[in-house]
DNA sequence: ATCGCGAATGTTATATTATAACATAATATT
DNA sequence: AATATTATGTTATAATATAACATTCGCGAT
């Protein structure tokens, strides 16, 4: 679904806008957030707590799920992350600076998450809510289906 | 957030409608699946399996997990009750033979999940959908705040 | 530099949510 | 009635997530 040419890229760029963000924002991004969130950007899509837990396994030796949940904790409070509620699993965020509320077109086949946040999504749902007198603390908009590609249509 | 004037009168319509919609479809409406149903129902708003099953408990003697969960399977599959996804609870569906995907307003508040479904809401999303090419199985769309009644909105 | 504070991480234990696998019972089909 | 199908019961365990408390780290004040 993603045609990134270098996914180290992906994964760099990710890292270094999360370092800005949280500079910008006095938040302090340690070796473990880091470490975390570039498990979750391994691929293009959503990756599960305790699947991270094994990798960091591998890589620092035995972590414990608290260790895995706090940092997807401080990585989803600041929209490095979102965690994908109908899988539960979580992908990192493709513009953290843009928005908080993402929108996502999650492929069963392939795994991918992509994002397909638009305004006009946004202005309709905003319409229901103040239709509603409702107060907004958070949107989940995830659409589970087939992506393109896996699709086979060219 | 709901007005009904009987809750009474909420239930026996759901169970009368599952009654006629499995009738229909030739589906067996069993006495534990109705029990489930009316569980559902006790409120508008979603419950988790766990609580569905304590009360079942009470009312039928020791259940087990996968008693419930048959159930609630049964009753989602067929659109009578939906999972709310960003709670891991469910709910039952208003409006069970007019469409599958239903949208939510979700008060954290008094815990009531309120059916926002609209045709422009699914229009815009159908938008994006074919502009992505994409194949659609399912769409969660979950709003969470605070209701009109908790906020206190004359 | 070290003391003290708050934030982050480590650790142990356990809570919560959900399913696998197999046995039995109820219903439908032949 | 015999057989197949569907539903439920039962045991065990998998998968997801958090509570509670201990320790360490980063950093400013003394
Ligand atoms: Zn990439
Ligand atoms: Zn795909
Ligand atoms: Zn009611
Ligand atoms: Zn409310």
Redesign the pocket.
């Known amino acids: 679904m993603h045609n990134c040419t270098s996914h180290n890229d992906c994964i760099a760029d990710a890292l270094h806008r999360a370092e800005e963000i949280c500079e910008a924002r006095e938040?302090?991004f340690?070796?473990?957030?880091r470490k975390v969130l570039e498990l979750v950007w391994e691929r293009h899509g959503p990756i599960?707590?305790?699947?991270i837990l094994d990798k960091l396994d591998n890589r620092?030796g035995?972590?414990?799920?608290?260790?895995?949940?706090?940092?997807l904790?401080?990585l989803t409070d600041n929209g490095l992350v979102h965690?994908i509620?109908s899988?539960?699993?979580f992908v990192g965020c493709s513009h953290p600076l843009t928005h908080r509320e993402c929108y996502f077109l999650i492929c069963s086949d392939c795994g991918e998450a992509k994002e397909c946040c638009n305004s006009e999504i946004t202005d309709v749902i905003s319409k229901t809510i103040r239709r509603n007198e409702f107060l907004t603390d958070h949107i989940t908009l995830e659409i589970t289906g087939e992506c393109r590609d896996c699709r086979g249509v060219h």
Chains 1, 2 share one sequence.
């Open positions: 938040l302090r340690t070796e473990l957030r599960k707590a305790y699947d620092i035995a972590t414990k799920p608290p260790t895995v949940y706090r940092a904790d401080f965690k509620n899988l539960n699993a």
